[in-house]
């Protein structure tokens, strides 16, 4: 992996997304299990959906895998049917939290504004957030997919993530659980103009924040992604539900 000024460890983060019952974690179990015998160089965390999240901390504790939320709204409590707070996922010994998501964007109707307050108040909540954005087919078929990416990034992140632990996580929505994923080019163009703009608005930590992608990253694709300049990590959706493809994706990094 080739990044620019500190380079942190890499951050390879599963996002399960509206998949796991009971017997998930026993998968989680299996991954920090091979973890423990052979450590890993990349960081890594889990995002399971709000029901297990207590459970997978407890699972995990005492591992070197993280959990996280996979959204959060950004108020701290209230009248908010079916949401759940950054303070909440803190609450259930989460220690990160994904903000952003297309499918949260595309689902919700979520706008850059209320990604931006939501990584406010997971920053009060003390967890640090992974930030995505990514554009649609047809902006990539109109030219305009760095353009529109920039535009999405500059809007989501808050002046309050100075000096802060975050992560963006690039995900062109059209490889998003699709198998298609963007080409090696198209990934180091992206990487490079999120990179100068992290660098626009952070100054020196700007060129350490890990830029994850994020699109049908599996075991088969997951070195050549991995190893491609600004690539920080990857947001694995599918292959992080078994241990065996997620753990082949860790060792990648
Ligand atoms: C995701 O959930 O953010 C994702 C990239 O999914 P998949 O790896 O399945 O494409």
């Not at 409590?77 to 220690?95: L, Q, V």
């Not at 078929?141 to 760095?146: D, R, S, T």
């Not at 535009?151 to 490889?175: C, D, M, R, T």
Request: aromatic share 4%; with cysteine; hydrophobic share 45%.
């Amino acid at each position: 992996m080739t990044q620019s000024s500190t380079t942190p460890r890499p951050l390879i983060a599963g996002n399960w997304k509206m998949n796991g019952l009971s017997v998930a974690l026993d998968e989680a179990r299996a991954v920090a299990a091979a973890l423990d015998e052979r450590p890993a160089a990349a960081r890594v965390a889990i995002f399971p959906p709000a029901t297990l999240l207590h459970r997978l901390a407890d699972v995990l504790a005492g591992s070197v895998v993280l959990v996280g939320g996979q959204d959060c709204h950004a108020k701290t409590s209230g009248a908010h049917t079916g949401d759940i707070s950054a303070e909440m996922i803190g609450d259930a010994n989460g220690t990160m939290v994904i903000v952003g998501h297309s499918e949260r964007r595309t689902d919700h109707g979520e706008t850059c504004q209320h990604v931006a307050a939501k990584v406010e108040a997971a920053l009060v909540a003390g967890l640090e957030p992974i930030i995505c954005v990514g554009e649609s087919l047809e902006q990539r078929q109109a030219g305009e997919a760095v353009s529109f990416v920039i535009g999405q990034l500059h809007n989501s992140l808050p002046a309050s993530l100075k000096g802060q632990a975050f992560s963006v996580a690039y995900e062109p929505i059209w490889a998003i659980g699709t198998g298609h994923v963007a080409s090696v080019d198209n990934i180091i163009e992206m990487h490079a103009a999120i990179r100068a703009e992290l660098i626009s608005l952070f100054g020196e930590q700007g060129g350490g924040v890990p830029i994850l992608y994020g699109g049908s990253v599996k075991p088969d694709n997951a070195a050549e992604i991995l190893a491609a300049p600004e690539v920080g990590g990857a947001l694995v959706g599918g292959a992080s539900l078994k241990a065996k493809d997620f753990l082949a994706i860790i060792e990648a990094a």
